[in-house]
């Protein structure tokens, strides 16, 4: 590692104050920074020693808790892509198929981003930020397989720049940038990312008879309006090539979707990572489902279309709701940063997902939208349980 | 009255280097040195010694504009070597020679029995243990023009590798109890002794008589004055409550027991880097090179006067603080480590459980370095500062507070609670690196000063 060390040591001048590319500083730094742990030492008042945790730790074992996702949507685009076909294939081909339709999504979400990012922190003077490695991965996974690749690199450009850098960067953006770039194309260029079509990547062959590519949302959905039962509808959508709706297999995850978002089994693997290394907060997770539950039952209560008496055990695994809840709601920048507060968004991420899936006819799913909304209102929840504390200070004063 | 609490929030930072319960005998220090840096809060400080004299233990050698009855006084008897000064003529240290043998000024004993408030106050503030008397809000020299609401003393200290107090105190009780029954002077409140429940009461605080005893168990900052205050009587805008630390409580009662001020005390020498650790009687201001140089176990050190949250850096040749009863020594942690962000590691203390980081499996102590383990960033996570501090206070709205130099929302926040010690934690345990303790201070100026 010496040798390392004296590389980045023999170009370090060119970076410093009068060297060629001062300007560059940062990403000199930046660089060094993720190859060696920083020689920093402790000022010589204040805390002489400090945490061994560093954000970039933090960071990555976000990432980590993303893995299972991802490789659980490369093998299940490649599953359906073979399902749909007709074709057989071993599960070899499969994984082979899916890497790569995905693995070209995930580098231009990466690279693009890095880029935009970098150019930012050189033009602002700002240090580079782990932020991005988490909203790379984020931005891919809630990518449809078939999704154009200059269409993740503008998406990927207007999140990080409007939804982060425009801010002040990480740790100071209102929405999660993930969920900026998918709803930025959701919005600028629908087809690619709604509907019967775009969910399963044929490539150049045609799916076979009796096929349909719809997402069990969407399934669940035309249940509603033409009055047949949701869950038996569900039950039967494919069932004929074995790739039905049952909760099993979506509970799995072998439905077309996003990359990542499919399996709700995986979602739930990321959850304990994230909960058990205390790097995402267990009360969202768990009021977020809580509230897709009880809104879930709410609408049974209503169940003026055969989707709004759908069971709603069937909700929590459908669509997006748990990869969302678990993976996007929990960025602690956009979310309610007040313990109370947490409980409180969670609840209404999960409760505003299932409204907008069941009484909005253009958005299937929820998910994004409710992340988005909840993310502007979180400031709103975090400053009424503020305003509880300096109350119950006042009150103190007063007594 | 008095009360038993139990808190759960915070972490007990377990280091490698705790000093043995034993007197370690070291060659007394030559040079001493009182350092006005170590007073919070004052302004104006106007030497009152040159070069040259000597002076006794007890003698006036500074004092503050700004509050101009507290004497600030020499610990020790001998001639003045140095007044240092640094930029813009900052008043840095005064460096006293001293006598083999200790002169003590004569400041006369004290009969609390007969004495009026006003004349205890004017003798205490001349006698150089004022200093000791810390007002809250703001952890500032209290004044003498003002009469407290209460008065608290923590009797143990749950920082890393702190001192015993009950050790630090043995034999001193008459003393102790001294201090107190003086401080029961300075207020028409209650003076509160807050000791340690999950020990069993040593004989010294146990048989203390006048004030009120509450206990307060579990982790760190469970022994910081601050939040035991906070769970016994909360701080509002407009009280004024005043702390003294128990080597401080001792040092009044030495002053009105024999009427002189001896600020001879015994400090712990801790940290992984001393090979000789336990117990030794010093004086206040102290050198620590005879205690520090030929007791080291490697070369590359930190010599910190106080415990390693809130202590100072000092030189080998530095002094032993006002407030510090310890001196610790860790080592420098001016190294890159390759990938040290990624690898997993038990041996690297982290309130954390992030991936790889698992010292949380190993139980037994840490050798910690001064390594900031990565670089300053944004507030980023949250729900970390709340778990470390456990007072009814919104950490991060309010450091966030401080830093828009807003004053309505600081104050309201909780701001007149706290002080650099009680977001100690928080500044070890933050992922993003700020300088908490810090940014405290500067709040704390800004409602102070404006």
């Known amino acids: 590692m010496k040798a390392l060390q004296n590389l980045f040591d023999s170009i370090k001048p060119n970076f410093e104050k009068g060297g060629k590319w001062e300007k560059f500083h940062t990403l000199y730094e930046g660089h060094r920074t993720i190859a060696f742990a920083p020689d920093l030492t402790t000022k010589a008042t204040g805390a002489q020693i400090k945490d061994a945790t560093d954000l970039k730790r933090v960071m990555i074992t976000v990432v980590i808790a993303m893995v299972p996702a991802l490789l659980f949507g490369i093998l299940n685009i490649g599953h359906q892509h073979f399902m749909a076909t007709g074709e057989a294939a071993t599960w070899i081909d499969k994984a082979v198929f899916g890497a790569i339709s995905v693995l070209p999504i995930l580098i231009v979400s990466y690279a693009v981003g890095l880029l935009t990012e970098f150019t930012f922190c050189v033009i602002r003077n700002h240090p580079i930020s782990e932020g991005y490695l988490v909203t790379g991965m984020l931005i891919a996974l809630v990518m449809p397989p078939y999704i154009p690749l200059w269409q993740v690199a503008l998406a990927t450009i207007f999140a990080v720049v409007i939804g982060k850098e425009v801010f002040g960067g990480t740790g100071m953006n209102i929405l999660n940038v993930a969920m900026t770039a998918r709803a930025f194309l959701y919005f600028a260029y629908p087809a690619q990312i709604s509907g019967d079509q775009v969910w399963t990547y044929l490539a150049d062959k045609t799916a076979v008879d009796g096929y349909s590519g719809a997402t069990a949302l969407a399934v669940a959905y035309n249940a509603g309006v033409e009055g047949v039962d949701a869950g038996e509808a569900l039950a039967q959508h494919n069932a004929s090539i074995g790739a039905d709706f049952s909760f099993m297999n979506m509970f799995m995850g072998w439905i077309p979707g996003s990359i990542g978002e499919t399996s709700t089994l995986m979602a739930l693997i990321g959850a304990v990572i994230l909960i058990g290394t205390g790097v995402a907060s267990w009360k969202i997770i768990v009021s977020g489902f809580g509230g897709a539950y009880v809104m879930g039952l709410v609408m049974n209560l209503f169940a003026a279309n055969e989707f709004m008496a759908m069971a709603p055990h069937l909700h929590l695994v459908m669509g997006g709701l748990a990869f969302g809840v678990v993976f996007m709601a929990t960025d602690p920048v956009s979310a309610s940063q007040t313990e109370t507060g947490k409980w409180i968004y969670g609840f209404l991420i999960g409760a505003l997902t299932i409204i907008i899936r069941v009484t909005n006819p253009a958005y299937p799913e929820g998910i994004m939208l409710a992340v988005l909304l909840m993310n502007v209102f979180a400031p709103l929840i975090d400053y009424y349980v503020v305003k509880a504390n300096k109350t119950r200070r006042l009150q103190r004063a007063t007594v | ?288 090179t005879n205690y520090v140089k030929g007791n080291l176990q490697s070369g590359h050190i930190r010599v910190i006067s106080g415990n390693v949250l809130t202590g100072e850096k000092i030189s080998m040749e530095g002094y032993l603080g006002y407030y510090h009863n310890q001196i610790t020594v860790i080592p420098e942690g001016d190294y890159e480590e390759f990938l040290g962000w990624l690898k997993p590691t038990t041996s690297k203390l982290s309130f954390h459980k992030a991936i790889g980081m698992l010292s949380f499996l190993n139980k037994g102590e840490f050798k910690v370095d001064t390594n900031t383990h990565g670089e300053e960033r944004p507030f980023v996570v949250s729900g970390v500062f709340e778990k470390v501090l456990p007072m009814d206070i919104l950490p991060t709205y309010l450091f966030k507070a401080i830093h828009a130099e807003d004053f309505d929302e600081m104050e309201q926040l909780g701001l007149y609670e706290i002080i650099e010690e009680d977001v100690a934690l928080c500044e070890f345990v933050d992922p993003s690196k700020n300088d908490l303790q810090e940014l405290v201070r500067s709040g704390i100026e800004l409602l102070m000063y404006s």
């Open chain 2, 1 to 288: 009255m008095s009360k038993t609490v139990k808190l759960r929030k915070g972490f007990d930072i377990n280091l490698v280097g705790k000093a043995a319960k034993e007197m370690v005998e070291f060659a007394p220090a030559q040079t001493f040195a009182v350092k006005p840096t170590d007073f919070v809060g004052l302004q104006r400080p106007k030497v009152l010694v040159n070069e040259g004299d000597t002076v006794k233990a007890g003698t006036p050698i500074f004092f503050d504009k700004a509050m101009e009855q507290v004497k600030f006084v020499a610990p020790v008897s001998g001639e003045i070597i140095e007044v240092k000064r640094g930029e813009k003529r900052k008043l840095l240290e005064i460096r006293i020679l001293a006598d083999k043998e200790i002169a003590y000024e004569d400041l006369g004993r004290i009969d609390l029995s007969k004495i009026d408030r006003e004349t205890l106050v004017d003798r205490l503030a001349h006698g150089g243990v004022w200093p000791h008397i810390i007002q809250r809000p703001f952890g500032v020299i209290a004044n003498p023009a003002d009469e407290p609401k209460a008065i608290y003393v923590s009797a143990f200290d749950t920082n890393p590798l702190s001192p015993d107090m009950a050790f630090v105190l043995q034999g001193q009780e008459a003393y102790f109890q001294a201090g107190l029954d003086a401080l029961t002077k300075l207020t028409s409140g209650k003076v509160h002794l807050n000791i340690n429940g999950d020990e069993q009461g040593s004989s010294l605080f146990s048989q203390v008589k006048n004030v009120v005893i509450n206990r307060f168990s579990g982790p760190h900052p469970a022994g910081n004055v601050g939040v035991q205050i906070h769970h016994l009587d909360p701080i509002n805008k407009g009280d004024l409550v005043w702390t003294v630390n128990p080597v401080g409580v001792t040092q009044i009662g030495k002053l009105v027991l024999e009427g002189k001020y001896d600020a001879s005390k015994i400090i712990a020498l801790t940290g992984s880097e001393l090979s000789k650790r336990g117990y030794v009687k010093t004086i206040s201001g102290s050198a620590v």
